[in-house]
């Protein structure tokens, strides 16, 4: 049987991504599709404790992108070993919400990190575990911000003025043109319905195992 594919999702905070995510896992549910979702930062216990860190941790106000790269990286690499590569080879779906992209986007661009630098941390830390399509959804920042206004906790990467998620979005509206083998971009602004088919109609094209083998 023909290896199932690694999917990402990507987009800033508020543009829908981990929304979408849910809903393909509950159509590959329906259809008996073995999947595995994970998250980053997380989806590993080491990795969860970076993510409180990075997000909640009262002392992390002072944190510099540096270290902020730092630690994504050494998060998705313990995922990528503990958790994505053996979940692909035993045959899975792997569906993450956020990966390398992320950090091409958020430290490299938002950030205003060196690019090689960041290219090259992303490469050591995914080693061979690279996305087969990444999702972006991609939505205006003053929609995404007016979507985060909900009464819960915000972590401190949604405490970014307006300008630092324009240029997120750039980012990933750039990685979309410089990969469209790989990266499709979606637009986040429609009714969730829609977009959920599009995706499937994106997903069912390039891998039609996903139907037909289970």
Not at 27 to 38: H, I, K, N, S
Not at 83 to 88: E, Q, T
């Amino acid at each position: 049987m023909r290896r199932l594919p690694f999917i990402t999702f990507e987009g800033s905070e508020g543009s829908g991504k981990s929304t979408q995510l849910q809903r393909l896992a509950a159509r590959l549910e329906r259809l008996g599709v073995p999947y595995l979702v994970t998250r980053e930062p997380g989806g590993t216990p080491i990795g969860e404790t970076i993510r409180e860190l990075l997000q909640f941790a009262s002392h992390n106000s002072g944190m510099t992108p540096e270290t902020e790269l730092l630690l994504f990286a050494a998060s998705r690499s313990q995922l990528v070993r503990e958790v994505i590569r053996p979940a692909l080879e035993r045959g899975m779906c792997v569906i993450a919400d956020r990966f390398f992209d992320s950090t091409t986007a958020y430290q490299g661009a938002a950030r205003a990190l060196d690019r090689e630098t960041v290219d090259r941390l992303n490469a050591f830390a995914a080693g061979d575990c690279i996305p087969d399509v990444t999702f972006v959804l991609d939505i205006d920042a003053t929609s995404a911000k007016s979507r985060m206004q909900e009464p819960r906790r915000q972590d401190r990467m949604e405490q970014e003025p307006a300008e630092f998620y324009e240029r997120v979005r750039k980012a990933y509206r750039d990685l979309a043109t410089r990969e469209p083998n790989r990266v499709a971009l979606i637009n986040g602004a429609r009714n969730e319905d829609e977009i959920e088919n599009d995706i499937w109609e994106m997903l069912c094209s390039r891998f039609p195992s996903l139907t037909t083998d289970h």
